[in-house]
């Protein structure tokens, strides 16, 4: 960790007047528990702070500290009494839903970026971002340690909640010794491990499984490319009685197929626009470098992106432009 940046966004929250936290749009257990933890610290400091999400955060993630106290309301970022934004676990301002909002109060904010995704932009005044990392939470760790924060069983939990979700519980990609060494610690500061795997790995319902049964059942491979792909309407949603966060694993799970350099799995959003998410486990495929072709971004072994595209032409857009740079 660069140790100079952590001292520096450490003076920079002591000299703040108030802080805005923010995780990316959709926030995943990494983001979440990153801002949870970060919440946890600055209530213990006594520094006045508000989280923001410019979208609906999932209720499977309820057992963390604090998140009752996220708003959407974007009416935050005209109280002139923000000095400070920290933006957790996004690659751009975009994906965290914030860049309007940033560009319109500019001079008078100091951004913090943490993150670990290689394809980040570097957009803070102050940017702690480590891309051999196995999640966000991950450095949050280091930058506890280093300055001197102590870790209680709350941030243990926050912290362990986001190296579990990002390594889809010690199974990708993201796994590494550092990763288990880290995780080790945190279960030792009261992190608990069973609380998370039951809310993050046992929650599956009956009618989020026939969710699944649906989409999967609509697997295909595009055999030029060697991708598997299916996807996911929001009549499927309405149909099964089920919210979106219970499909929500679906794309980890096409790693689990042994067809296929990659999977791709699309979601049809309530605007009409399409998410997409690629999975990968293979050494040499970049499903980073694929989603930034469609403004997205992420790792080399998953990664996502949002297009403008219904879901039912969405499939023939991106085939045609992966196919142009094959």
Not at 19 to 44: C, E, T, W, Y
Not at 187 to 201: A, C, E, K, M, P
Request: charged share 25%; with cysteine; aromatic share 10%.
């Amino acid at each position: 960790m660069p140790h100079r940046i952590a001292k520096q966004i450490f003076n920079a929250i002591q000299k703040s007047r108030r802080i805005l936290l923010v995780p990316h749009k959709n926030p995943d257990g990494d983001a979440l528990g990153s801002v949870a933890s970060f919440m946890q610290f600055l209530r213990s400091i006594e520094k006045p702070h508000t989280a923001f999400c410019s979208s609906p955060i999932s209720d499977r993630l309820n057992y963390l500290p604090h998140l009752e106290y996220i708003t959407n309301d974007k009416r935050i970022w005209d109280d002139p009494s923000y000095d400070l934004v920290i933006v957790f676990d996004s690659g751009d301002l975009r994906y965290a839903g914030i860049a309007d909002d940033i560009a319109k109060h500019r001079s008078r904010l100091k951004i913090i970026n943490i993150d670990h995704h290689p394809t980040n932009e570097l957009f803070g005044d102050l940017n702690l971002v480590n891309t051999s990392a196995s999640s966000t939470t991950e450095i949050l760790y280091h930058f506890f340690k280093y300055n001197d924060i102590t870790i209680t069983s709350e941030i243990a939990t926050c912290l362990l909640t986001g190296l579990i979700t990002d390594t889809d519980n010690f199974t990708n990609a993201a796994t590494s010794i550092t990763s288990f060494s880290i995780s080790s610690d945190l279960i030792s500061h009261g992190g608990n491990l069973n609380l998370i795997r039951g809310w993050v790995f046992q929650d599956k319902s009956i009618k989020a499984l026939k969710l699944w049964g649906t989409v999967l059942s609509r697997l295909k491979k595009h055999e030029d490319l060697d991708i598997v792909y299916t996807y996911i309407t929001q009549d499927d949603l309405q149909e099964h009685n089920v919210n979106e966060s219970e499909a929500e694993g679906l794309a980890n799970f096409l790693n689990t197929i042994g067809d296929g350099k990659a999977g791709l799995i699309l979601k049809e959003l309530p605007d009409g626009k399409t998410k997409g998410s690629f999975r990968t486990t293979h050494d040499n495929v970049d499903v980073g470098a694929m989603s930034m072709l469609f403004g997205g971004g992420g790792h080399k072994k998953a990664a996502g992106f949002t297009i403008d595209v219904p879901y039912h032409e969405a499939f023939a857009y991106i085939f045609t432009k992966l196919s142009e740079e094959k």
